[in-house]
């Protein structure tokens, strides 16, 4: 069944990409192969987000917590992360905005002048924003934005009592975007994970059971509709 137009029209979602590694292991491949199969996907869905108009949508590439993985494992996924942005070019004329969040500094030299230059080559792109997140943390994200504004408080630009949730938002990588309106989780688990921890306030959470390898067009469409059902109140009534 497929979703009426214009019915996820300006939503912004957060999708934690799980279960790559459980999708080969029942396939009796390493765990690279079940990566190889989600970056596909993670490919697809993006022109997906692109056709449903929505506001934005940030995919969870590669935690701060990642890097404990087996060597070639990580490997394997910035092997992907690297092919993909050499592609991401293709997201230019499909007017995306390309965000990359997280602590790129420490990713490959070469890396890092793709993803400036794709961030700067498509900033004044109109469409779905495309946000990212490579070597991410939330609570990292969050530190990194404490220690900005205790330099602009040293600095004198900046009184204690100015900081409030707006200035706090504006130091994240997401800053000038709006929160996302729901969280999606495939594989079945129920954790957040590091992701999005200021930004997801308010978020519904939507949990499926589906490996990230087998997530189709048809499960973002169930997990909207899902997220159509849900009342949000922000804590009224
Ligand atoms: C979580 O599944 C997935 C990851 C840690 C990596 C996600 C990476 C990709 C989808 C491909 C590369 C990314 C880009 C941007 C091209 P898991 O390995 O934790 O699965 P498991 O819970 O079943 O072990």
Known sequence: M???????????????????????KKRGLPRTAGHTKGAEVFRDIIRYCNELELASVTFYAFSTENWSRPAEEVNGIMKLFGEYLVMAYDYQKENNRVVFLGDR?????KYQEQMNDIEQK??????????????????????RGIRILAQRVLDGQLRPEEIDADAVSGVLYTAGQRDPDFILRPSGEHRLSNFMLWQASYAEFVDMDVLWPDFTRDDLDRAIEEYNTRSRRFGGL
């Open 105 to 109: 500094s420490v990713l490959l030299p």
């Open 2 to 24: 497929a979703l009426e137009p214009g019915r996820a029209k300006g939503l912004s979602i957060g999708i934690i990409m799980d279960g790559n590694g459980r999708w080969a």
């Open 122 to 143: 498509t900033r004044g792109n109109t469409g779905t924003i495309l946000n990212v997140a490579v070597n991410y943390g939330g609570r990292q994200e969050l530190v």
